[in-house]
């Protein structure tokens, strides 16, 4: 069962911002983010506190998501890139 990737605003505007400036990172994100419809928990996907948000890194970049396994929906919170 595949669940719905919803991205919420910083997230998108984040994803924009690379888009525009490295494409291969683009890409990347793109594929870690489609993933998580797939496998909402993947393995190296640590909890971000009890909050129920948890993040995992893809390369240079970190998100933050959390998975309404009620909705079948996984949130992207954030993106963020790695220095």
Known sequence: MSLTVVLRETALRT???IRGEDKDLFTLTRRAVSALAGQPHPEGAAAWGATGVYR???GDIRIRCEVADQA???YIISIGIIA
Do not use: F, Q
């Open 56 to 58: 995992l890194h893809a």
């Open 72 to 74: 079948a929906t996984v």
């Open 15 to 17: 994803l924009a911002r």
